[in-house]
């Protein structure tokens, strides 16, 4: 069993990876799917005039902030737009895949953090409490595995429940960390619009192509703005038992097979 | 077991559709509920400059136009805003909801019409073909009953999977009576934002309380726009052993609990 993470940045070619899942899946590998949706979400966000905001936590983490307008517009893009497009694409190919929210099931529990603590544009340190957003701690493996033994390919997608019953804004890498390392997968594939962690940003050239679990931390200083969470996903899923994750890209033809014959940065 | 269909108009109190539903839920009632989202569908494409078209078939039947465009915006509604809204109330209640689309494991299959007739606005025949509609004729009831039967209450919207793989836009109210009779169910409960079928449709105390099964043909003169699919849903499922339909009020307390005690108006 893999755990495949597909960005939601511009540029990824959903038609190469779903037609490569679908060869996967049609060889018996069980597969769960897990994507974003960011990209989409600013553009919808700009065309309803509820234009995105980013916010920086005091520990350097930049995340989308959530208020309940931004969550709805957020919730038609990843679960109605991208998941039913992705959902539609895979079932063209014969697979019969099922989209599921974290809400649904409650198959990616968290807590909503009640105030976030952010650095404003002017360095100053501020709290901000009207934001959906929370970190997934509890993933309803049950649900999967009922889905994966009855040949259903799952295609997961934030946001995830509260313990309160809120939908919260999630990060998806970091979903698909906890959702691999929950079902005890060895590999953790994290595909994005970059061919893997670069030593450069500006130079895709510059890739590493491995590095150990040990020196995972040490790694963050090359990752940039959203990257940090992947590494951060990586992390976490490695010290939870998964055996390898793969930082790949999404543009290329086969990307999952690629990926999983090491083309990219692989952490083990 | 029982199937639920609850519209889409605007009025409609999903905060008491949801509470009844977890009252019934914990009372160890099995329920599937279909939702719909036309009201909010129209007020998404208007806000994003792709204002909605309505057509008229040959046969009088009024549906959505709905081009490629039109689909997406019917999926963010559909699937993501409304669906994500039910099972969230639903979650926060207690219930282990999980939102479906009719795509997600070919839940809801059929045929897509290639091309409709319709009566355009100064009465002339034409054919309509970059129209994705089409009409329900097999329920994955596996999906349903694996759900079920695990404690999960299934939330369930179009669109529905064409047997090529595309999405395409289905009745909700139809969608609901062939769901209702695939499940071998005793009663469907279709609730909208009025009574039941009314004699006088600016009237509400003109409430049809009771119809024969053998005449439910002929109460479709008292059904205008929107609720002649509900009747002819009605007709469908009662003709495939559904045994009693109800048309019953979605603004009231209890809608679901009022309409199983026969509020509304029963087609048997």
Known sequence: MIVVKVGGGKGINYEAVTADLAELHAAGQKIVLVHGG??????LSEKLGHPPKFVTSVSGYESRYTDRETLEIFEMVYCGKVNKRIVEMLQAKGVNAVGLSGIDGRLLEGTRKDAIK???SEGRKRILRDDFTG?????????????LDNGYLPVVTPPAISYAGEAINVDGDRAAAIIASSLG?????????????LRDVKDESS??????????????????????KKVMGASEALQEGVKEV???????????????????????
Chains 1, 2 share one sequence.
Do not use: C, W
């Open 38 to 43: 960011s990209y989409e979400t600013n553009v």
């Open 118 to 120: 952010i650095i404003d």
């Open 135 to 147: 970190k997934v701690e509890k993933v309803n493996t049950g649900l999967l595995t009922l889905l």
């Open 185 to 197: 997968v060895d590999q953790l594939i994290i595909l994005s619009n970059v061919p893997g962690l």
């Open 207 to 228: 890739l590493i192509t491995h590095i150990e679990k040990a020196f995972v931390e040490e790694s963050m200083s090359f990752a940039e703005g959203r990257f940090k």
């Open 246 to 268: 793969i930082f790949a890209d999404a543009r290329v033809d086969k990307p999952i097979s690629a990926a999983i014959a090491h083309n990219g940065t692989v952490i083990s």
